[in-house]
């Protein structure tokens, strides 16, 4: 039955067209105009039109997708789910190929974010992301998007026999540990800019159209279920494309006509979120604002607007691991399958207080659907997210929560099918009427 759910087979097939943040960014927009969203562009002049649905986006990594009301943005403030769309992963470097011994090629890779390293060894992986290539003249270059999906690549761990010790802990570079292994070659002539034939040969263009690239290592292998009940999940990236997913289904479902509803996905929320895409920047406040001119109202009636508003900023939070009980706090360790999680921390890393706290539990119960507290072991420092960072740029009410999920940052995390479709029902609550 859970295999069949609509929201479960929409989040495996969502996860397995967004391997990075860009391609997550392009599988979002292509869900939305199959729901009668338009695309708007920032550098459009946006109108007031009620009822009308619309996404934008900036640098093709972070989306805000918006569902007018009827009433103007002072009369009811909006209702904003935020996410983000990155993930710690592998990026490849400029001048990439590094040639070795025996003609084996490697790719010069740089870490995105806190990823666990040696959770990327002996997988079968491939490339996505975006190219840059020659446009209309210097300042216009054209982006395409590009997903290899073949293994091209596997980061291979050293044997044991070299390593006996290797299980006791094992301390690895950057650097000389994580390269990928992509080729054999013995033709050095065939070995010349290997990468980006490959590139242009995939986007069938000419190499020499391409200016530049951001391309990241992925995981070919695909989403899956798993437990006896099929009640687990295992992909990479569920922090944080499974709370976009459940941002997204949410606004596409949203039944509330009066009020503006707002889904906004951010990049580099792995990096500190401090990129003109990610929440650290004004450009949702910038959008906000400019709705709310456009719907007549000037500076003062966005500023009433937004002490209306209302935000839940969605990211996943740690379930409980039965291996590893003491790093857990001892009385909020939420638990697989038991639902979405508030998250609270006393020195306000999170957006949450009991104020807004109470109303996603609200929110929880009016959906008929379990929640959970998460709160950090007090020795152990926790890690930030979205919340705090955009009261930095909009001081509105929210409340952080995610879902709890084992191995954060793995090359494959873990989470419940049933809390999926729990945080959806509870997001469609608050963008009910
Ligand atoms: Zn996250």
Redo the contacts with the bound molecule.
């Keep these: 039955m859970i295999k069949t759910h609509p929201y479960v087979k929409s989040l495996m097939q969502f996860m397995d067209a967004s391997p990075c943040n860009f391609l997550a960014v392009q599988s979002m927009k292509d869900i939305l105009i199959a729901n009668g969203f338009t695309e708007r562009r920032l550098d459009d002049k946006l109108a007031w039109k009620v009822g009308d649905k619309f996404f934008i986006t900036k640098n093709d990594s972070a989306l805000f997708a918006f569902k007018l009301g009827k009433k103007k943005p002072d009369e009811t403030g909006f209702k904003i789910i935020a996410a983000?769309s990155d993930s710690p992963c592998f990026r490849i470097k400029p001048h990439a190929e590094m040639h070795g011994e025996g003609g084996i090629v490697r790719l010069n890779t740089e870490v995105y974010g806190g990823p666990i390293l040696y959770t990327w060894f002996d997988r079968p992986l491939s490339i996505a992301g975006r190219v840059i290539i020659k446009g209309k003249d210097a300042l216009h270059p054209k982006t395409m998007l590009i997903k290899i999906d073949r293994p091209l690549m596997s980061i291979s761990h050293l044997a044991i026999h070299f390593n006996r010790a290797v299980n006791d802990g094992n301390k690895l570079s950057k650097q000389t540990d994580m390269l990928p292994i992509i080729a054999k070659v013995n033709d050095k002539l065939e070995s010349e800019n290997m990468l980006l034939k490959l590139v242009a040969s995939e986007l069938k263009i000419k190499i020499d159209e391409i200016l530049d690239f951001d391309l990241m290592l992925y995981d070919t292998e695909k989403a899956c279920l798993f437990g006896l009940n099929n009640e687990f999940i295992s992909c990479g990236r569920l922090?944080?494309l499974s709370m976009a997913h459940a941002g997204i289904t949410a606004i596409i479902e949203a039944k509330d006509d009066k009020a503006t509803c707002v889904t906004a996905i951010f990049d580099n929320?792995e990096t500190g979120s401090g990129t003109k895409q990610g929440a650290g920047s004004p450009v949702l406040a910038n959008i906000l604002l400019r709705l709310t001119v456009a719907s007549g109202g000037n500076y003062d009636a966005f500023s009433r607007a937004i002490a209306k508003s209302f935000m839940i900023s969605a990211?996943?939070a740690h379930a409980f691991h039965p291996n590893y009980a003491s790093k857990y706090d001892p009385t909020n360790h939420p638990a697989l399958g038991d639902g979405p999680c508030i998250k609270i921390n006393a020195n306000c890393k999170y957006m949450s207080d009991a104020h807004s706290a109470a109303i996603f539990r609200s929110l929880c119960e009016a959906a008929g659907q379990p929640f959970q507290y998460f709160v950090n072991h007090s020795d152990v420092a926790g890690g930030s997210?979205l919340g705090n960072i955009l009261t930095g740029q909009m001081d509105i009410e929210g409340v952080d929560v995610g879902n709890p999920l084992l191995a954060m940052h793995s090359a494959r995390e873990t989470a419940s099918v049933a809390d999926h479709i729990a945080m959806i029902e509870v997001m469609k609550k608050f963008f009910d009427k």
């Design positions: 983000h922090d944080d929320e990211d996943n997210t």
